[in-house]
């Protein structure tokens, strides 16, 4: 099934031995026979939050420790108990250790795109990369589109005034990454663009920000004037999409809702202390990547009001939010060296405070069952550790995390080798978490979506993952 499967994996009749554990009753079920009939009645998700750890964090340090492998293997963190009976994670995510039990792991993604650009483009489109497996140092145009941008296409009829966000900035170091926008569906379903400045840490979209001096009564004016110029206009392809543009940028100027939810300062102060803040900037040094230390520190003490801000904006209405975690070179997940030291310092602490923390602000306000939280990076990390005491690309096998949206809590899909190598059971492709995603939303991923040459493509190649909900 999977083109990346290793020398000897097992079958699916083995998988069903592997079992998945069910969280609160401490059994072991088959995968393939987990519900299909329940899954299949579930009602459909009203959101999505995807956090993107971007530059891959080690699956080995995580959510897959291999304790009795090698010590060039296993690493030096120790495995904890969690609240799903015979699971454990590493010692540093106690957050995530205590809400496992409304978490779904897959422990068998795999592809094979090594490299930064293209394996993100491969994991946020669920598509084979145009380019092929390289790094982009030069900007290129998107092709195919993000799953935040493919459902506002085929929801159009709704009428959102924001149907897809990303924050906290455009990632990559070097130029923008192309999966993050609309792709050949065109710029009208790019996300709204919501940017943190990390010295203010106030949250802005330009989009959302009226010009000064333009008045609501002088834009319902020029509107109204529009809306009769617009009469006598052609109904050519291009006339309409720059009616949907202006239809869109009016929308936005009218959410009222979406400012206020931008304005995290309004947030009771108690949540956002659970949600963390980072260490303070004089105390972080710039890392090895660019800028000064002081704007880093900023921007890492947002990280966990990143997460905050992706709840509140799903409380406004926003079905699908994006969160883009850590940009900066030597900042971000990407541990080619001292590869413990920067996960037990600053990799994991906020992720796992304020990923904990989501899920359970989520299920407080009643919001867990109707939105699914999804949480990857583009690839995992070697299972031997490098000579600078890191860990390097590794495509071939790596974790993701699945909360809310209907899950079964304590569910585990698919299995590592003994070294975390490769899938030894159920292996996972981006092109099935795409499915996954459209799937819970109520979209078929067959659905046809054109390009601009009125070509065809189903929004997902892969079969959802119906396994691990019920």
Sequence with gaps: MNRHRAPGITSRRDALRAGVVLGGFGLAQGATGLGASTASALPPVRACILIFYYGGPSHLDTYDLKPDAPSEVRGEFRPIATSVPGLNIAEHLPGMARVMHKVALIRSMSHGYRLHDSASMKVLTGREPPQGDQELFAPAPQVFPSYGSALSYVRRDRGLAVPHAALPFVFHNVVPTPCQGGGFLGSAYDPLQVMVDPQTRACRAEMLEMPEGLTRARRTSRRGLLGALEEQASAAPEAVRIRQLHDKAHRLLDSAEIRRAMEIGREDPRTRDRYGYGPAPASVGS?????????????????????????????????????????????????????FDQH?????????????????????????????????????RTPRVNKEGGRDHWPDCYSVLLAGGGVRGGAIFGASDRMGAYPSADPVTPADLAATIYWRFGVDPQTEVRDVTGRPFPLALGEPIRAVFG
């Excluded at 799903?314 to 060296?337: I, L, M, S, T």
Aim: glycine content about 14%; some cysteine.
């Design 287 to 339: 890392g090895g990547g660019g800028g000064n230390g002081a704007e880093l520190g900023f921007a890492r003490q947002m990280r966990g009001q990143n997460l905050l801000l992706a709840r509140r904006l799903v409380e406004a209405g926003v079905p699908f939010v994006n969160v883009y975690d850590f940009r900066q070179q030597g900042q971000n997940w990407d541990a080619h060296f001292k590869c």
């Design 344 to 380: 037990r310092t600053h990799l994991l602490p906020l992720a796992d405070q304020s990923l904990s923390a989501l899920i359970e602000d989520l299920d407080v306000r009643g919001l867990l069952e109707s939105t699914l939280v999804v949480a990857l990076g583009e690839f995992g």
